[in-house]
T-cell receptor
Framework: DSGVTQTPKHLITATGQRVTLRCSPR?????VYWYQQSLDQGLQFLIQ???????AKGNILERFSAQQFPDLHSELNLSSLELGDSALYFC??????????FGPGTRLTVL | GENVEQHPSTLSVQEGDSAVIKCTYS??????FPWYKQELGKRPQLIID?????GEKKDQRIAVTLNKTAKHFSLHITETQPEDSAVYFC??????????FGRGTSLIVHP
């Protein structure tokens, strides 16, 4: 157990819908990262938050957005969902730079 | 930005053999190189990492070597066991930059 929690574990929804994925980082970690992992794909970095502020952006679609709240938990919002958005979404946290601790992931299926 | 190439994409070995996975990176300023293991359906977990001021690091059956001049680093697993079967990801980062991940190597250890 990495100490990073993600909910829900699984999510099944339809095209055009909107979903919210939630992540709670390890106690004391200020950085939260979101990654997308499609079938047979590597880890695609989406976005990083540090202590409530957006710090870095990767290949995140405009339909996707995220935020980090004062208690440091983070939410990833995915809207106007398409079939290709089906993937595993991982959240990771770290103190600063260095080892990232990954959560168990949310498996999103868009039908 | 950083570009990380990882080879091979699939590696099949017999139990007890050694396995080597290689990664190259493009940014000569990268100074932190972690390796993650991801078992099927689970989260990536750090197994070993190396910083640019060190050429080699060992932890029991696993070792990582770094050649800064050639900009490549490798993961070595000796005496492989079936439980080593997983996808392995390398990554490279510098300073506070987000790590760039390789596309992963699927290691299969046959009993």
């Amino acid at each position: 157990d990495s100490g990073v929690t993600q909910t829900p574990k699984h999510l099944i929804t339809a095209t055009g819908q909107r979903v919210t994925l939630r992540c709670s980082p390890r106690s004391g970690d200020l950085s939260v990262y979101w990654y997308q992992q499609s079938l047979d794909q590597g880890l695609q970095f989406l976005i990083q938050y540090y202590n409530g502020e957006e710090r870095a952006k990767g290949n995140i679609l405009e339909r996707f957005s995220a935020q980090q709240f004062p208690d440091l938990h983070s939410e990833l919002n995915l809207s106007s969902l398409e079939l290709g958005d089906s993937a595993l979404y991982f959240c990771a946290s770290s103190v600063e730079v260095g080892e990232q601790f990954f959560g168990p992931g949310t498996r999103l299926t868009v039908l | 930005g950083e570009n990380v190439e990882q080879h091979p994409s699939t590696l099949s070995v017999q139990e007890g053999d050694s396995a080597v996975i290689k990664c190259t990176y493009s940014d000569s300023a990268s100074n932190y190189f972690p390796w993650y293991k991801q078992e099927l359906g689970k989260r990536p977990q750090l197994i070993i990492d190396i910083r640019s001021n060190v050429g080699e690091k060992k932890d029991q059956r696993i070792a990582v070597t770094l050649n800064k001049t050639a900009k490549h680093f490798s993961l070595h697993i000796t005496e492989t066991q079936p439980e080593d079967s997983a996808v392995y990801f390398c990554a490279a980062s510098r300073g506070s930059y987000i790590p760039t991940f390789g596309r992963g190597t699927s290691l299969i250890v046959h009993p």
